[in-house]
């Protein structure tokens, strides 16, 4: 078993390397974040809805929270980025033998990821369905389960009074 120390002193990366790397996976795990809020928003606020939707307020809360994100990106994309403060990363990085200077800019508008800015609605919004959804299924199911047990004793007491009446 290697230690760490040992594998460090394998790894032929710099400080600056590893640190550009750390940025760029982490600016790809955003993106990735991204898109699935984008999904996430668009299935929340799809004009197809059921009627009776027992988890509102937490939904709203949802949506609002995603609202605030994808609002602040899409501005952010757009070049005004007046919210946040930006740090920008240089290191080396060889690219087909040659050496070229990589920056990678960090956002540094909070001490987590956008995404978890949201963990707290969804949370409750996801339990409150949880809960609302399996015990309208379990209901639904001890009916479905009722019904069939009736089905099932007045197929059979049929064929006794047939045989009776015979």
Known sequence: ???????????????????????????????????????????LSSPFRVSNKPCEVPRAAVLRCFEEILGKTNSGENGSTDNLTETTVVGRSISGGNNADGRVLLSSDSRFPSVHRCYDAVLQYESCVVEKTLAQHHSLLAEFEARQLQEVESTNEVPKAVASGA
């Not at 390397?17 to 999904?39: D, M, P, V």
């Open 1 to 43: 078993m290697t230690s760490k120390k040992a594998a460090k002193e394998k790894d032929e990366y710099t400080p600056q390397e590893r640190l550009t790397a750390a940025a760029l996976e982490y600016k790809k795990l955003e993106g990735h974040n991204q898109s699935s809020i984008e999904r996430m928003y668009g299935a």
